[in-house]
Each structure stands twice: as C-alpha cells, then as structure tokens.
C-alpha cells in the first residue's frame, strides 16, 4: 500500500520469473520434454553435419549412376545432373544448416533429391506405417511369447527342460538379425521351398485395396510374415532369460513366502505376485526396444525386400539423399526418445514406489 | 482329513487333549547341502496349550525357524521332513498337519496358523495396496462379502493402533518397518486363527517399536485368546511375554517350563548360560558370562549331548548318549544328566545374592 509502486514491480517481475524457473525445474514432466526436445535438436544438428561430412554427395553418386548405367560422359551426366538438383551444394554448411532449421520449425523437412517433388514427410507417411506395424507385431509377440517362457522356465528350473530352453534361448539372442533372417530366406525360401518368398515381396500384393477386410488383413500379414519371423526370433531369447532370471530372484522375495503362508492359491501368487513383479524391469526394456523399432528394420526389410521405412533409409543413404536422410534420422531419434519417455510413464504406471516421484 | 488314532503322545500333558491345540513330536528336518545333510531339527518335541504364549528361545541355528516353517509346512525346496508328526487339534477334530493334501494345506495356512515373519518390510507384494492384500488373504479362504471384510480389515487396523482409512488405501512402501509389521499383525489376524506363530516379530525394528509391538501383543491375545509361538533369541522379550518357554539347541528342545520356572530355576546349562549372557541396565559387568565355545556344525555333530563340548558339567555319560527330555519337576521338562547339580549350583549361587538385585534383573509386570 504505502510501497511506491516504481520500486516493487522490478522486483516481482524478479520474483516471477524465479518462481517460472523453480515451476519448470520442479515439474518433472516439463523437465522432461525441455530435455527430450534438446536431445532431439542436439542430436539433428549432428546428423546434420554428420551426413554431409561422409564421403560423395548425391550430384556425385547421380553423375556416377548415369556414366556407369548410360554411357553418359562426365560433361553431360554433369549437366543433366544439375539441372535435376534443385540444391546448392556448394554453398556455405552454416547457410545450409540455418536454411534447414527455417524449414524444420515450420515442420517442412524438405523434398527428395532423386525424386523431385516428393516430399520427405510424403515418404515417411507412406512407408513408416508397415515397419511400425511389423516390427510392432514382432516385438509383442516374442514379449509375450518370452516372458511366458521365461516364466516357465523359473517354476521348472530343476526339470530337464530349462536347460534346453536355456540353451535354445542364449543362442538365438547371441545370432545377429539379419543372420536370422538371410538363413530364413535361404533355407525356407531357397532351399526347401517351404515358403512362396516370390509372392511375399513387399508390404502387400499389388493391387490390392487397404480396408478392414479378412482379405486385406491376412494378406499384409503373409507379406510381413518372415520379418515378423526374424524379430521374433531373434528377440525372443533375451526376453526369455531375462524372466527367467527376473523370477527366479522374484520367487526368493519374502511377499511370496508370506503370500503362500497366507494360503494364497498359486494362480493368484504366480501372477499377481510373482508374475507382475518379475516383469516389472522387462516393462521398461520393451518401452526402449520399441525405440529402436526403425533403426531396427534397416537390413530385415533389405533383405526380404519389404516395403518399410528401413529399406527407404538404406535407398536413401546409397544415393545420399541427403533430406531424406535427415527426416528418418529424425524419425528414428524421436522415437527412440519418446519411448524412453514411455519407458518411464509406464514404469511409475506399473511400479507405485517409482509414482510419487511423478507426481510431485 | 484323517483323524489319527489315538497315541501315548501326551505322556507329560496335563489337562485334555482338547486344550492342546498344537503338538510337535519327534520332528527330524534336514536341509540338503553340498557338504552334506545339515540337520536343522533332530527330533523336536512341545505342545501348545490354549491360549498361552510359548517361546521358543536359543542362539541363531538352533532350528528355531526351521520348526516354524515346518509347522505351516513352508519350508524351502532344499529341506526334508524325515519324520516326526505335527498334530493340530480343533472343534475334538485331529489333524496330521503334514499329511494334508494341498488344498486342505492351502485351508490350514493362515485360517488355522497365522505366521507373522521377522522381515515384514518384505512382506507385502510392493505393487499391491494393503486393501487388495488383505482382500486376496480372505477371497483365498471365505466367500465373504467384500464390504464385511474392509470393515474387519479396519477394526483390526485399528486395533493395532494405526490409522485405518489411512493405512488401507496404502502401498506397502508408504508405512515405516513398524507400522508393515503391525499390519502384517493385522492380517494374521485377519481369519481369526488358532495358533499364530510369530518369527522373531521385533529383531528388525528399534527398542521403541519393539516395546510398543510387546505391549501390543500381549493386548491381543488377552482381547481375543488366541495360541501363540513367539520365537525369540531375547531372553528379555521371552520373559515379558511368554507363559512358557522352550529352549532349542542344535534342533532340539533341551528344556521346557513355565517362564517363572525357567528364569529362576533353569535345570539344563546351556538355558544357565543364556540367561547369564543377558545383560542388566543395573548388573554390570561382571555378572556377564557367555558360553564358551560356538553353536555346533549341523553338518558334523558331536557325538552324545550336543551341548557337551561346551558345557561345564560334562562327564563321560554325555559323550556317549544323548539324555531325552524328561519331567524334572511337575510341568518342567529337561534334557540333562546333570540337571540336579544344575540346580544345585544355581540355588547356592541365588542366596548369595540380594533378592532385590534378582527383581531389577527379571522384572515381571
């Protein structure tokens, strides 16, 4: 009241900003995001740099291409390739670098070099979709299929079948994916002739109509079928000796003697106690891998010719399509951090001691 | 289940069976270990009357856990019942506890014996409210309605001293070690059981908690009469709140009596020289003794009385048999050869002292 006001407004706009500051700091979701948004701008800046640093550019790579392919002299496959271009290459990295970052706030991530007129984000949308849903399918089901075996495993650890699943477990999570994957193909596609890999090429059979149908649903499903088939096996052991272990040392906790002691019926015990504990960590680690999900599928889909974001990024990166290059990137980064984000909102969902800390 | 025919188990029982709700006789449990068999109990024998509190005391790998597991037939994969029989009595009915099928088992646990675990800050499954685990404990033995039992749940809650409304709706992690212990409490409660076993119930909690857990107990049981097997390694804690006492060594009970008998006229030198390692507030030190020598490998006994190589009345007999348990004077049972002279020495020692100076040493309320 009797405070002239030229003398108290300096310091509550002080005052106010400190208490901004204090609320960003202290309110964890917020710190988050602030965090994860550096991390994806930090990280972008990199691949930025990175990928304009590696060896060609993609006038050189096109210039190659029509020599080798067209007979074309250097002059001409020179000239034609610069009429294509519609980049300047040769000016400044920092020019490029903001003119990127102009692009990039209004989320315009630019178009392909090889095929002008189509957008990055046109090519994300159309083939983003199949790896998610493949890789997505494939991480479930082996998570799934994992954990019930390592369950198993746990409770039947002195009979002779956990060796053997053990056994069958470490090899499989020890055999690179694309191992995997190329001894799929030539033993069930090659050799044997189990499967029709001519037919399976691709997302789906041409021609035919995305809908809801059987029809659709069951096609998509033969196309993606040994990719899912690779991801399953060669995840699927990890998740195994990881429950096996999680529960063998869940079944040593005292809640579990005291719940027997309370004459719990074993259905309850094995999974609301026992169960849902052990799996507690594995939460966490599903929420990461279904980060690497993009990164994942690079060779899986080269190898089965399959149609999904990862044969893109490999596409791009051989003719150094630079946008194109960058937008995956991106992709890839963002989900790896926002599953980490996931990783730790499913965690406090699953876990009560870790929720407090959420929630202040 | 079966009812077993009738036996001369109760040889030193007094009163009807029927007040016997409990008895152990010539139970043998071994542990399998790579060294070999580690006999954890040899041949324990002790009856629990009604309503009274039994404290099974001795050093730490003498078998008390190992009998109390035995008991709810909780024990680890790696342990072996090799004989003996646990009896439990209700409603004129007999059963051979370790002969029950497992859903009768399933029945038995907690419903008829509770068991409160020394570790309760692991007791409770960290990702479950203690509502749900109190509700999982009743669905898993009563079709009882829902509302009944929060409504039990927070009279024991209460009971118990904590803050019901609270207390149900929290995770376990949310309670301090003394406030899971007592809702661990609670919920042995939960059934109304016969016998509650409690394992070492304060070991793990401060001398202030552990004073307000006493007090609690001993409420409970007058409030609502149930048996009790309170297994202790402190001598204090057994006098303050047993009616008799039972004294393990090497896996056996070497003496049984009314806590009064024990304190003031223990007949075997190994329960003389546990009270004699109990420290006083007014004692001083140089009434402190401890016994000479470690607690035997279970492994690789000694031949005789276990307790021979470390005991001062050892004579040639000991090393060669093991005495039985046998009545020494009316309800106090013994297994000693020379417990008279135990007895002796114990009393020519006793006049030597100030009668007041026993009183501070053995407060009885």
């Not at chain 1, 640093?53 to 080798?68: A, D, G, K, Q």
């Not at chain 2, 056996?252 to 004699?276: A, C, D, S, W």
């Amino acid at each position: 009241m009797g405070v002239p006001s030229a003398l108290r407004s300096p310091k509550s706009a002080s005052v106010g900003t400190a208490r901004l500051i204090r609320r960003i700091v202290s309110n964890y979701l917020l710190r988050r995001l602030l965090k994860a948004l550096f991390t994806v701008f930090f990280v972008t800046t990199l691949i930025f740099f990175l990928i304009r640093l590696m060896p060609s550019n993609p006038i050189e790579v096109y210039i190659n291409e029509l020599i080798v392919q067209y007979g074309f002299s250097y002059e001409d496959a020179r000239n034609q390739a610069a009429s294509l271009f519609a980049i300047d290459l040769d000016a400044p990295m920092a020019v490029q670098y903001l003119d990127f970052l102009r692009h990039l706030s209004r989320g315009d991530l630019g178009n392909s070099l090889r095929s002008p007129g189509t957008t990055v984000l046109s090519v994300i949308a159309k083939f983003l979709p199949w790896t998610l849903f493949s890789v997505g399918t494939g991480l479930l089901l082996s998570f799934t299929l994992g954990v019930s075996l390592g369950m198993l495993m746990a409770y039947k650890r002195e009979s002779s079948l956990e060796p053997v699943l053990a056994g069958i477990g470490s090899f499989l999570s020890s055999v690179p994916n694309y191992i995997i994957g190329i001894l799929l193909l030539v033993f069930l596609g090659v050799r044997w002739e189990l499967v029709p890999i001519g037919q399976m090429r691709g997302s789906m059979t041409p021609g035919i109509k995305p809908s809801l149908t059987l029809e659709f649903i069951s096609d998509i499903f033969f196309h993606a079928a040994l990719p899912i088939a690779t991801y399953v096996l060669t995840t699927v052991g990890g998740w195994m000796l990881t429950m096996k272990s999680s529960t063998i040392s869940t079944l040593g906790e005292d809640y579990v003697t005291v719940a027997r002691a309370r004459g719990l019926p074993e259905t309850r015990i094995t999974t609301a106690y026992v169960g849902r504990n052990a799996a507690l960590p594995l939460f966490t680690q599903l929420a990461i891998s279904i980060g690497f999900i993009v990164g994942g599928s690079i060779l899986i889909e080269q190898i089965f010719v399959y149609q999904g974001i990862g044969y893109q990024l490999l596409v791009a990166i051989s003719n150094r399509d630079y946008p194109v290059m960058q937008g995956i990137f991106l992709i890839i980064t963002a989900s790896v951090i926002a599953s980490n984000f996931l990783a730790d909102f499913l965690y406090s969902r699953l876990d009560p001691r870790v929720r407090i800390v959420g929630r202040e | 289940m079966n009812r077993r025919s009738a036996q001369p188990i109760l040889t030193w029982t007094e009163g009807p069976e029927a007040d016997v709700p409990l008895s152990v006789r010539d139970l043998w449990v071994e542990y399998r270990a790579p060294r070999g068999a580690v006999k954890a109990v040899r041949g324990a024998s002790f009856d629990l009357y009604k309503g009274e509190t039994l404290s099974l005391t001795g050093e730490s790998g003498s078998g008390k856990t190992t009998l109390a597991l035995s008991l709810i037939r909780l024990l680890p994969r790696s342990a072996n019942v090799r004989k003996g029989q646990i009896i439990y009595r209700r409603d004129g009915q007999e059963y051979d506890v370790l002969s029950l099928d497992a859903g009768d088992l399933r029945q038995f646990r907690w419903k008829e014996c509770a068991m409160v675990f020394q570790s309760a800050l692991n007791a409770f499954n960290p990702v479950l409210k203690i509502w749900d685990q109190m509700y999982d404990t009743v669905k898993a033995h009563d079709h009882s309605e829902r509302e009944e039992v929060r409504r039990r749940a927070l009279d024991l809650l209460r009971l118990v001293q904590l803050e019901p409304e609270r207390v149900i709706n929290a995770y376990p992690h949310e309670l301090s070690g003394g406030m899971r212990q007592r809702v661990l409490l609670a919920m042995s409660l939960l059934l109304n059981p016969q016998v509650i076993i409690l394992d070492e119930p304060t070991t793990a909690l401060d001398i202030l908690t552990q004073r307000t857990i006493i007090d609690l107990l001993r409420k409970l049981k007058e409030e609502l009469g149930f048996s009790m097997v309170f297994i202790s390694h402190d001598l204090s804690l057994a006098a303050e709140l047993a009616d008799r006492v039972a004294t393990m060594y090497a896996g056996r009970v070497v003496e049984v009596g009314n806590v009064y008998e024990i304190f003031y006229r223990p007949k075997h030198p190994y329960t003389l020289g546990l009270i004699k390692a109990v420290p006083t507030v007014t004692g001083g030190f140089q009434e402190l003794a401890s016994i000479s020598g470690s607690p035997p490998d279970l492994i690789n006994l000694p031949t005789g009385c276990k307790f021979h190589p470390r005991c001062l009345y050892a004579m040639e007999r000991c090393r060669e048999e093991e005495p039985e348990l046998i009545p020494a004077t009316k309800g106090h049972l013994v297994a000693c050869f020379c417990w008279e002279q135990v007895q002796a020495d114990w009393d020519r020692e006793w006049q030597q002292r100030e009668p007041e100076a026993m009183e501070v040493a053995w407060p009885r309320s």
